[in-house]
């Protein structure tokens, strides 16, 4: 299984970004994926999260109401819209693969990770 991110950038405080990961394998529609962010200095942390179907989402309190996270099972793809950004968001955002279909906020309970991506928001 590979998780491969894109779509991370440069933006001004206020913008949007959307990145995306790509999983390959067969079986990407049966499993939760989540976003997670690892800023400089500190450790890596929960962001978004989104069952098999996507019928269930969930959000760290401090993106809450700004990101979306979303998925397409026929394009093997999950993605995260990220609006009205702030500096603090700057980071490595991270998907990864939960190790069944409802997934949660644990970072224990992903096995598979991607490289990242760096989002960087300037003030």
Same mark, same amino acid.
């Given at each position: 299984?590979?998780l491969?991110?894109? *779509?991370?950038?440069?933006?001004?405080?206020?913008?949007s +970004?959307?990145?995306?990961?790509?999983? &390959?394998g /067969?079986?990407?529609?049966? =499993? %939760?994926?989540? $976003?997670?962010?690892?800023?400089? *200095?500190?450790?890596?942390?929960?962001? %978004? #999260? !989104?069952? $098999?179907?996507? *019928?269930?989402?969930y959000? %760290? @309190?401090?993106?809450?109401?700004?990101?979306? !996270?979303? /998925? @397409?099972?026929a394009?093997?793809?999950?993605y +995260?819209?990220?609006?009205? +950004?702030?500096?603090? @968001?700057?980071?490595? =955002? =991270?998907c990864?693969?939960?190790?069944? #279909?409802?997934?949660?906020?644990?970072?224990?309970? =992903?096995n598979? $990770?991607?490289? #990242?991506?760096?989002?960087?928001? &300037?003030?």
């Amino acid at each position: 299984v590979q998780l491969v991110e894109s *779509g991370g950038g440069l933006v001004q405080a206020g913008g949007s +970004l959307r990145v995306s990961c790509a999983v &390959s394998g /067969r079986t990407f529609s049966t =499993y %939760a994926m989540g $976003w997670f962010r690892q800023a400089p *200095g500190k450790e890596r942390e929960f962001v %978004a #999260g !989104i069952n $098999w179907s996507g *019928g269930n989402t969930y959000y %760290a @309190d401090s993106v809450k109401g700004r990101f979306t !996270i979303s /998925r @397409d099972n026929a394009k093997n793809t999950v993605y +995260l819209q990220m609006n009205s +950004l702030k500096p603090e @968001d700057t980071a490595v =955002y =991270y998907c990864a693969r939960h190790y069944g #279909g409802g997934g949660s906020a644990a970072q224990s309970e =992903y096995n598979y $990770w991607g490289q #990242g991506t760096q989002v960087t928001v &300037s003030s």
